[in-house]
Each structure stands twice: as structure tokens, then as C-alpha cells.
């Protein structure tokens, strides 16, 4: 089976709310990074985390290894943080990244 | 700041013809490249992943004889998709890091064979 599993697969929010995005794991990783696939198809770094939690602007982030999860909180949402999210996480084995299925991000005014 | 650059952004190739697809790291060393595709409705689906100095490892139902990879300096790698078919469409990403750091990636090759 997968071994991320990336929920939910889209969510809606209207501008100025808040929600967040979850990745499982079925094995410890090393590490997860989260991007944002923008409507140019570019992938966008948001944050690499070994542990812990990262902040930057109204994105937040926690990834813990134990517990095989990691979110990402967006609070305060805009029009430009549509797009598709991704997690991947980087297993102990090979240093490979695994990406999840992705989340379907639509902000509505 | 780190970045890498992947061209062409698209291509359209003939059923059974090959493309060749570049990937460029910028402001860091690439000592890891990895190969990644993104087919119709899918994820992001491992290729390969190649260290410099070590063999290129392909991943379980991707093999060399169809995607060559060659990775000569800590800045530069390519991927060959040979004998393109219609299963082969999709968006390829290269994924560049710096030892065990983050991976930054390209903004792709969207493949389209006709």
C-alpha cells in the first residue's frame, strides 16, 4: 500500500479561514518536506522538517517521526494559496522522497 | 538561493520516438538528483535517484534501458525517455539536494506523445 497517505484529497476554503492538511505514515521517516504546486506547475518548497514544528507567515507545519504524521496548518487564507498541496517524506532507507496524493486547495473570495 | 532548472518545460514526441530532458542546479551542489514522474491523476512517482560517485538506482518498474539517466558533475543531470508510448505522458521532475538537506526541484518537463 501507499506509504503516505495525504488527507484531505481537495478542500475548499473562503478567504480569511483556516484548516489543515495531514500526512500518515506506515513507516518512520526521516524527514517530510510540503510543497505548493502553483497554477505554472512549479513545485514550491514550504517548509523541510527532521522534527518539530516550522512557522512562516500564516503556514505552519509539525512533523512528528514517532507518531508517522506530519501537517500543515494555513490560517487566514487568500486567494493566491490556491493550488495543489504535496507532502513527501524521506525514508531512512535510501534518502528517497515519497509523495503523498496530493490536496486540492480552492480559496473562494 | 538554490535552483534548479529543467528544460524543455514541454515537448511532443512521436509514439516510439526518444526526447532527452536537462535538469541545471543553481547556487548549490547536486551531489543527489532524482527522477520523478507525475502521470494523469497520479502522484509524484519515483524514477530514480542518482548520487554522485555511487551506481543510479532505479525504482521497481522503471529500468535504465528505458530511462537513461546520466549525472557527470554537481551540476548538471539528464534523463532520456526511450521509445516514448502513450503510458509515458506526463509531467517529469528532476529533485536536486545538497547531501541530506531539502530537495529543490525544476518546474518540469510536461511530456505529450502523439
Known amino acids: 500500500g501507499d506509504q503516505v497517505e495525504q488527507s484531505p484529497s481537495a478542500l475548499s476554503l473562503h478567504e480569511g479561514t483556516g484548516s489543515a492538511l495531514r500526512c500518515n505514515f506506515t513507516?518512520?521517516?526521516?524527514?517530510v518536506q510540503w510543497f505548493r504546486k502553483n497554477s505554472r506547475g512549479s513545485l514550491i518548497n514550504l517548509f523541510y522538517?527532521?522534527?518539530g514544528t516550522k512557522e512562516n507567515g500564516r503556514l505552519k507545519s509539525a512533523f512528528d517521526s514517532k507518531e508517522r504524521y506530519s501537517t500543515l496548518h494555513i490560517r487566514d487564507a487568500q486567494l493566491e494559496d490556491s493550488g495543489t498541496y504535496f507532502c513527501?517524506?524521506?525514508?531512512?532507507?535510501?534518502?528517497?522522497?515519497?509523495f503523498g496524493q496530493g490536496t486540492k486547495l480552492s480559496i473562494k473570495p | 538561493g538554490a535552483l534548479v532548472y529543467q528544460y524543455p518545460r514541454r515537448t511532443i514526441c512521436k509514439s516510439g520516438t526518444s526526447m532527452r530532458m536537462e535538469c541545471q542546479a543553481v547556487?548549490?551542489?547536486?551531489?543527489?538528483v532524482a527522477w520523478y514522474r507525475q502521470s494523469p491523476q497520479k502522484t509524484f512517482e519515483l524514477i530514480a535517484l542518482?548520487?554522485?560517485?555511487?551506481?543510479?538506482?532505479?525504482e521497481q518498474n522503471f529500468t535504465q534501458e528505458k530511462f537513461p539517466i546520466s549525472h557527470p558533475n554537481l551540476s548538471f543531470s539528464s534523463m532520456t525517455v526511450l521509445n516514448a508510448y502513450l503510458e509515458d505522458r506526463g509531467l517529469y521532475l528532476c529533485?536536486?539536494?545538497?547531501?541530506?538537506?531539502?530537495?529543490?526541484f525544476g518546474k518540469g518537463t510536461r511530456l505529450t506523445v502523439v
Open positions: 513527501a517524506a524521506k525514508d531512512y532507507n535510501q534518502g528517497k522522497l515519497i
Open positions: 542518482s548520487t554522485v560517485n555511487s551506481a543510479i538506482k532505479y
Open positions: 529533485g536536486a539536494r545538497d547531501g541530506g538537506a531539502e530537495v529543490f
Open positions: 522538517l527532521a522534527s
Open positions: 547556487g548549490f551542489q547536486a551531489t543527489s
Open positions: 513507516t518512520t521517516m526521516r524527514a
